[in-house]
C-alpha cells in the first residue's frame, strides 16, 4: 500500500504452465525458439483461476508477475500464448505487466491501451542481443538496455513506488544510479474495476 492509502494487487501467474518450458540450457540448441501457441484448455484451470483474480480486484493498481515476457525485444521474443490469453485481460481491467526471463530491462506500451510491459532482466546477467526489435507492436517500445547499449557485464534492478495519483516504476543498474524512469501510470478507472468477465468460446 502507498503512503497516501493508494491499493494495488499484485497476481503472481506459472507462465511455464500456461506456455510451457524453453529449455534450461542456453547451449542447447533451439533456447530462444519461439515457445508455442498453447490453447487455453491446456490449462484452462489456471486461467480460470487468473481471471476470477483479475476481475475481482478493486485496487487502484493492477500488477501480474510473470516469469515470461507477453513482448520481448530481446532474444527469447514474444510469447504467443500469452498475446492470446493474458493480454486482453490486462487491456479490459487496466492491468500492467512484470516478468524477466529475457536478460534485458524494457518497457513497452502497445498504443491505444493503458496496459505497460515491463521486463527486469538483468538481476544476474546482461545482456541479450535486441534481435526481436522488429516484432513487437507497432510503436509500442519506449526505452530498453540490451547488449547493444548496455554492454555484456552490466546488472540491475527495477522498483515500484505508489499514490493515489500515480505510479512510477524506475529502472537501475548495478550502481543503484536511475537509468529510466517511465511515465507517470494512471490510477485504475472506475470502469476497469470489477467488470464482467471476458466471454470465451
Same mark, same amino acid.
Given at each position: 500500500? /502507498?503512503?497516501?492509502?493508494? *491499493?494495488? %494487487? ?14 534450461? #540450457? ?6 530462444? %525458439?519461439?515457445?508455442?501457441? !498453447? ?32 513482448? *520481448? ?8 500464448? !500469452? ?11 487496466? /492491468? ?5 526471463? %529475457? ?28 534481435? #526481436? ?30 499514490? $493515489? ?11 543503484? %544510479? ?10 485504475? *478507472? ?9 466471454? $470465451?468460446?
Amino acid at each position: 500500500m /502507498g503512503d497516501d492509502g493508494a *491499493s494495488i %494487487d499484485i497476481i503472481m501467474i506459472d507462465t511455464v504452465e500456461l506456455s510451457g518450458l524453453s529449455r534450461v #540450457n542456453e547451449d542447447e540448441p533451439g533456447y530462444f %525458439d519461439t515457445l508455442p501457441l !498453447l490453447a487455453r484448455s491446456m490449462a484452462d484451470s489456471q486461467w480460470t483461476w487468473i481471471e476470477q483474480q483479475i476481475q475481482a480486484s478493486t485496487a487502484d493498481y493492477l500488477l501480474v508477475v510473470g516469469h515470461y515476457p507477453v513482448y *520481448s525485444v530481446c532474444e527469447h521474443g514474444n510469447n504467443p500464448t !500469452l498475446i492470446e490469453n493474458l493480454r486482453p485481460l490486462l487491456v479490459q481491467y487496466g /492491468g500492467q505487466y512484470l516478468c524477466g526471463h %529475457d536478460h534485458c530491462m524494457e518497457h513497452l506500451v502497445e498504443p491505444g491501451t493503458s496496459t505497460n510491459y515491463f521486463l527486469s532482466g538483468m538481476g544476474a546477467y546482461c545482456c541479450y542481443f535486441p534481435k #526481436n526489435k522488429d516484432t513487437v507492436p507497432a510503436d509500442s517500445l519506449k526505452w530498453y538496455m540490451a547488449r547493444d547499449n548496455a554492454g555484456k557485464d552490466s546488472a540491475g534492478f527495477t522498483s515500484f513506488q505508489l499514490t $493515489k495519483k500515480e505510479m512510477l516504476v524506475t529502472f537501475y543498474n548495478q550502481d543503484g %544510479d536511475v537509468v529510466y524512469t517511465a511515465p507517470a501510470i494512471a490510477p485504475r *478507472s472506475s470502469s476497469q474495476k470489477q467488470q464482467p468477465l471476458v466471454k $470465451k468460446d
